[in-house]
């Protein structure tokens, strides 16, 4: 939730737990010991082997998750020194990173669970034991305190007061004394909600654990979620099976609920109490009659959890002077079977879409009901029991009859308003009734196990279309362990004979690894505050569209440490701003998205600041917003300019193709989710406009000359600097500048030092992502799959500025034809002008949209013609020397070779057969494989941004300071520069040293973008290198025994300073179709095998094979960093990343919460990635390829596999034709799609009779 990925240990009564440092309190902390990152090791003594491993593994690249990773591996090793690799699986499960693709992190901590496999990018044998006696011990003085009688604290601040009392009498009196307010147990509720507390009391239910009486478990309400686990599975172990029917229940929803640092602290009674809708606990207490004491100064009272105990959305029936005490959990009996089930959308850490628990007790040795309790979670403003459903199937028989009635009764009672908040309607609906089909399997078996031939009569008939054998469904309830059991990389080698101290092609570490791993690595934030800082706070419109009326800040000024409101009026420059001149600094009179920044409040502090901005009002009048892609399409609503490529007769094309299949595919957007949010720290000089900024940007110039324009001051007064950032993605390419701008204007204001670190929900609402796109194709082709003919329109939603998206536009185009060869193509490109925050460059820019398109009308056409579709892919592939839709001619054209690599280690053919016997013998888990290319290519399209500089200064001791044009945002570009310099000038990598990247080093510099950083920054370094070289030649010559040292000493005289820049030679005309827009194209191939879930539309992923051609490495382990990173980020975009906007234009997903991306285990059960030998590349730097962006489409060979999986499922429907699937195929696609006799229970409204929750822009 927070920017900062922060974590740390606690300690209490001596064991170890992870916890979120922004959601525990600061005031809980009293008596535990908390240790953080820089409390285990550190660069100037020892690393500790947790920090060692990661580093030195590569698994820290921007560095911004990494101290959080350390610490939930650190805290793992305390509690367990030999851990295996499944500990290490589960420790990860609340961590997330959005740069290393997860391999390299799990590689390197595999060693601690001694199952590593050789690997070739670092070498194991030179790790630090783990010695778990040189721990730092728990603190003394907390051990004796803890002996001692407690006190009761309380601490007050400005608003709040905290109360913690030490016995439950304390706490009774205390909640009869303030009956409003809120009891604080794990906060993990509470600080989300921002509440204000009058009073707390985080440990007492601590003390209170568990009970164990004849009915049922007792825990006390504030036991920790980890502790009820811990107990459960004891207990489990222990009791016969049919007595632990409920608590195996409790714990499957355990096992996916948060991640560990939630259930460290988070407590079974807040989860009640918190009565969410979608609480995973809350249906199985319910459904299993749990029941729970209350305290109060009134006495106890018990109560049993039912249908009336939740009595609104987040109300429940229990006082306000009431304490929750403890909850008991009821041993199951014999003849009562339980299930739980939970949908989200991903496994691990997510909330549910819908949650439920299911409970039947049979007549004694019958199969005839008895009692049924169904409970859902997701289907209504509270948990809901399904009373009417459970009233008809009382005292039925357990067979298929009941299993039709009960899904038709469902259907009609879990019914949900089209509108209703949370959307996914349809899929909500059929998932009540796929858990239902779950759960009667599941008895079912159990039934035939436990009453041999009782249940005979349920066996007849079948409940599906076209009739089986029941094996094939029992298959639904197989969910094993899906742990990540290999992965490997393929390297190329370094050339024998190639000198040990020359570092180009090995896996050298990235150079910042170490720093990031020990919490030293310093981001913008971490710059120490200035004496006299102030704190900024955006205010920001509510509306998509609307005239601003009225502001007014004047409540905001009795906000304690308030100092100004900054608005259009303080602009001294000009607050027209953005790359096309369209944008604000500043709103003055018309906001255009949700999010536009209308003005900002400088206050003493962050709190005080966001306190006083949010009683900043502002009065609108609201217009007609376009929100959608569709809706600017029926009202003409497009930027200008509109491009085409057009390529031989298309016409003919059609007319001599024997099929023509139209279509259309929609692909969503994506949040660039750097862990590091935008920052700015601008520091005025005092002097002549002079101003210092400190800004997390891939974009210094345009920081610079946006900043300068605002201000009114010539370039020269404003420094830009950049030491590295927690990841960029292209997010920092230009939007940087909406917050830089604004920053800057107030600390000229003011005259003070100015700081903003925007919270994820501002930086997810504010700065955009990738642009969703609308796809229309109309292709003509042979029967034998050879295309012939291609008309395509391409949609981009830019949002309500140009920014980068002609670019964006300009690179689909370029790709649209992957990697095929088409003859006749007629294609246009248009950016539609909407009431979004204006899109931006992301990863791949444009190209993965493109492509994707491509592979939606290729793998319908394979089905048209009844073909595989890898051999009409193989069919269409380019050959070397043909040209391009834009007539550029392919050279060392690699794709061929790499496709035949991918197909032959992948085991393609044989796999193929064993998914479709697979296929065959379940019916509601399906397997799918798919084979994609990639060829993107390389260049800004702009060409003059394909220039680059660099800036080499010597010191007399031999050392070089090296500076150059791009920006270090995690992808190892700093560490490359430093090999390609080392190699230049025949030096030790520890000699050089990259501090940061500032626009009084290197002026003009273009964006770190395109993937061409290391190209052309590399280039320029290696000219200055020899430039360097040929000046020390004569001092060399007269001196060749001399050392690097004594030639830099001569030199010294001879003032050796230098700096160089290169222009590669490049430029392509739209309307001519003629030239060359790209310098050189990179090449991969991925083969994906996924399985779904037909009933609830999740999806494995099973393996993935990549070969990737990266010419001629810098550095192997960056370069597979780079595919592994990029293509976790495709899985993302395709499979699981889902932006979604109120009808108005509202973002609702603002945070982790809402909007999710891939964590440790998504990635593919399997993960094989080669690096194509013998492939040198003579356009770029030691003839190395750029890589940064490449691989990321390569993920889409995962969504075409779900989308195989998803033919197969539809045929046991009897459905066969090509269907639909855009993209992400998220668990609500997939299981829309897989139609079946339960999504046919469950019709959607028709479109237009009602208002969606949310709409696809
Ligand atoms: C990252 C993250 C992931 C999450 N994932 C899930 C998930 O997968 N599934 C899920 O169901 N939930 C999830 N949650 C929600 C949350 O963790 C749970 O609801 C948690 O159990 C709340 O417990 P707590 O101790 O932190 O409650 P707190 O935040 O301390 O309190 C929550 C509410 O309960 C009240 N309360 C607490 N104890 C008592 C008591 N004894 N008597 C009376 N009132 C009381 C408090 O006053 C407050 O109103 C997640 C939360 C986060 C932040
Ligand atoms: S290294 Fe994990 S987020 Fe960057």
């Not at 920790?224 to 229940?249: I, M, N």
């Not at 355990?254 to 995973?280: E, K």
């Not at 239902?436 to 008895?443: E, I, R, S």
Request: with cysteine.
């Amino acid at each position: 939730q927070c920017a900062q990925a922060n974590e740390m240990t606690l300690i209490y009564y001596f064991s170890h737990h992870t916890a979120n440092a922004c959601l525990f309190p600061v005031c809980a902390l009293h008596h535990v010991a908390v240790t953080t990152v820089e409390g285990i090791g550190n660069t100037k003594s020892r690393l500790h082997p947790a920090q060692e491993r990661i580093a030195k593994s590569h698994g820290s690249q921007c560095g911004f998750c990494t101290p959080g990773i350390v610490m939930s591996m650190y805290t793992l090793l305390r509690n367990k020194p030999e851990p295996k690799m499944e500990d290490i699986e589960d420790a990860f499960q609340g961590n997330l990173c959005r740069c290393t693709g997860y391999r390299p992190i799990l590689e390197g901590y595999r060693t601690f669970a001694k199952a590593m496999m050789s690997s070739s990018l670092f070498n194991s044998s030179e790790f630090q034991p783990l010695d778990p006696t040189q721990e730092p011990i728990f603190p003394p003085e907390l051990m004796t305190q803890s002996n001692k009688q407690q006190k009761q604290l309380c601490f007050r601040g400005e608003r709040v007061m905290w109360i913690q009392p030490t016995t439950l009498k304390e706490l009774v009196a205390l909640k009869s004394q303030y009956p409003n307010a809120k009891l604080v147990v794990g906060n993990t509720e509470m600080r989300l909600k921002n509440m204000l507390h009058s009073y707390n009391h985080p440990s007492v239910g601590r003390t209170i654990l568990l009970i164990c009486l004849f009915t049922g478990i007792t825990f006390g309400a504030a036991c920790t979620l980890s502790s009820v686990e811990e107990v459960l599975r004891k207990v489990v172990a222990e009791l016969p099976p049919y007595k632990a029917e409920v608590f195996q229940a409790v714990l499957e929803q355990l096992r996916w609920f948060a991640g560990p640092q939630i259930r460290n602290v988070a407590a079974l009674g807040g989860n009640i109490m918190t009565a969410s809708p979608i609480s995973d606990l809350n249906p199985v207490l319910m459904a299993s009659g749990s029941k729970l004491t209350l305290v109060s100064n009134q006495g106890k009272r018990t109560i049993t959890m039912d249908e009336k105990f939740f009595t609104g959305y987040r109300k429940t029936i229990v006082k306000p002077e009431e304490i929750l005490l403890s909850v008991e959990i009821p041993y199951s009996k014999k003849g009562e079977y339980f299930s739980a089930f939970k949908q989200a959308s991903r496994r691990e850490d997510d909330i549910a879409i819908v949650t439920c628990g299911m409970r039947v007790l049979f007549q004694d040795g019958t199969n005839r009901v008895e009692e049924i309790k169904l409970s859902y979670g997701g289907m209504a403003p509270t948990t809901v029991l399904a009373l009417k459903t459970c009233k008809e199937l009382t005292g039925r028989d357990w067979n298929e009859k009941l299993l039709q009635d009960a899904c038709r009764l469902l259907a009609g009672e879990m019914d949900l308003s089209p509108s209703a908040p949370g959307g996914m309607v349809d899929f909500r609906r059929t998932l009540t009734l796929s858990f239902f089909f779950k759960f009667y399997l599941t008895v079912l078996q159990k039934l035939s196990k436990n009453h041999n031939g009782t249940v005979s009569a349920a066996r007849e008939g079948r409940f599906r279309e076209g009739g089986s054998v029941l094996q094939d469904e029992l298959s639904s309830l197989e969910d094993g362990e899906w742990r990540i059991s290999w992965s490997c990389v393929l390297l190329q080698e370094v050339p024998r004979g190639q000198a040990v101290e020359d570092m180009v092609g090995r896996p050298l570490m990235h150079v910042s690894a170490a720093k990031q791993a020990c919490g030293e690595a310093v981001y913008c934030d971490d710059i120490p505050h200035y004496e006299n800082e102030l704190y900024l706070t955006l205010v920001t419109s509510t509306k998509a569209h609307a005239k601003i009326l009225s502001v007014d800040a004047s409540e905001a000024q009795s906000v304690p440490g308030f100092v100004c409101f900054v608005s259009a009026k303080d602009v001294p420059g000009s607050n027209i701003t953005g790359i096309a001149n369209d944008e604000t600094v500043f709103a003055e009179d018309v906001v255009t998205c949700v999010g536009h920044i209308i003005g900002a409040v400088l206050a003493d502090t962050q709190e005080h600041s966001r306190r006083a901005a949010k009683v900043v009002k502002i009065k609108y009048e609201e217009l007609k917003p376009i929100v959608t892609i569709q809706e600017a399409i029926e009202k003409q609503s497009f930027l200008k300019s509109i491009k085409r490529i057009n390529k031989g007769d298309v016409k003919k094309g059609f007319e001599e193709s024997d099929h023509i299949l139209e279509g259309e595919m929609y692909l969503g957007g994506q949040e660039h989710f750097y862990l590091e949010t935008h920052c700015t720290l601008a520091v005025p000089k005092g002097e002549d406009g002079e101003m210092e900024l400190f800004v997390s940007t891939q974009n210094l110039m345009k920081t610079q000359e946006f900043t300068a324009n605002a201000l009114g001051v010539p370039s020269n007064r404003i420094v830009v600097r950049v030491k590295r950032m927690g990841g960029g993605f292209g997010g920092k390419e230009t939007r940087n500048t909406i917050l830089t701008t604004v920053v800057a204007v107030a600390a000229f204001k003011t005259g003070r030092p100015v700081r903003c670190m925007l919270d994820r929900d501002e930086d997810m609402l504010i700065s955009g992502g990738r642009h969703p796109f609308l796809g229309r194709y109309k292709v003509g082709f042979m029967k034998n799959g050879k295309v012939k003919s291609l008309e395509v329109s391409y949609y981009g939603n830019g949002g309500n500025s140009v920014d980068l998206s002609y670019g964006v536009m300009d690179r689909a185009l370029l790709h649209l034809d992957n990697s095929y060869n088409i003859p006749n193509v007629s294609s246009v490109g248009i950016v539609c002008k909407t009431n979004l925050p204006s899109n931006t460059a992301f990863r791949g820019f444009g190209g993965p949209q493109g492509m994707m398109i491509a592979e939606c009308w290729m793998s319908d056409l394979a089905r048209k013609c009844g073909l595989p579709p890898e051999e009409v892919r193989k069919l269409n592939l380019y050959h070397e020397g043909d040209l391009t839709h834009f007539n550029q001619k392919l050279e060392g054209f690699t794709l061929r070779r790499c496709w035949d690599e991918c197909l032959s280690s992948s085991s393609y053919h044989a796999r193929k057969k064993l998914i479709e016997e697979f296929n065959k013998q379940n019916r509601w888990k399906k397997r799918g494989m798919c084979i994609i290319p990639t060829k993107f290519g390389i260049s800004f399209t702009v060409p003059f941004l394909n220039q680059a500089g660099a800036l080499v200064h010597v010191y007399t001791d031999g050392s070089v300071l090296l500076t150059h044009g791009g920006t270090e945002m995690g992808q190892g570009l700093h560490t490359k520069m430093i090999q390609v310099a080392s190699r230049s000038l025949g030096i030790p990598t520890s000699n050089i040293y990259i501090s940061e990247t500032s626009t009084n080093t290197v002026p003009n510099t273009s964006p770190t973008a395109a993937s061409v950083s290391a190209d052309i920054n590399g280039m320029a370094i290696h000219n200055a290198c020899q430039t360097i070289l040929k000046r020390l030649e004569p001092i060399k010559q007269s001196n060749p025994k001399g050392s690097w040292e004594d030639w830099v000493s001569s030199a010294y005289e001879n003032c050796v300073s230098l700096s160089a820049t290169g222009i590669p030679d490049l430029g392509y005309d739209f309307e001519k179709n003629e030239g060359k827009p790209f310098c050189y194209f990179s090449y991969g191939v991925a083969c994906s095998e996924v399985e779904i879930d037909c009933l609830t539309g999740d999806h494995k992923n099973i393996r993935t094979d990549i070969v990737m051609d990266v010419g001629t490495s810098l550095n192997p382990a960056i370069d597979i960093g780079q595919v592994t990173w990029a293509s976790t980020q495709g899985l993302g975009l395709f499979t699981m990343e889902e932006l979604r906007y109120s009808p108005e234009g509202n973002l609702y997903t603002r945070g982790p919460g809402m909007y999710k991306i891939p964590a440790f285990g998504d990635i593919p059960t399997e993960f094989y990635v080669s690096l194509l030998r013998d492939c040198p590349n003579s356009k770029a730097v030691y003839s190395s390829k750029a890589v940064g962006e490449p691989p990321l489409f390569l993920s889409a060979s995962v969504f075409y596999a779900i989308k195989d999986a998803i033919y197969s499922a539809r045929k046991d429907s009897g459905l066969t034709e090509p269907f639909r699937l855009d993209s992400p195929a998220t668990p609500e696609r997939i299981r829309n799609a897989c139609v079946d006799i339960f999504t046919k229970m469950c019709p959607s409204a028709e479109p237009g009779t009602f208002k969606p929750w949310s709409v696809r822009v």
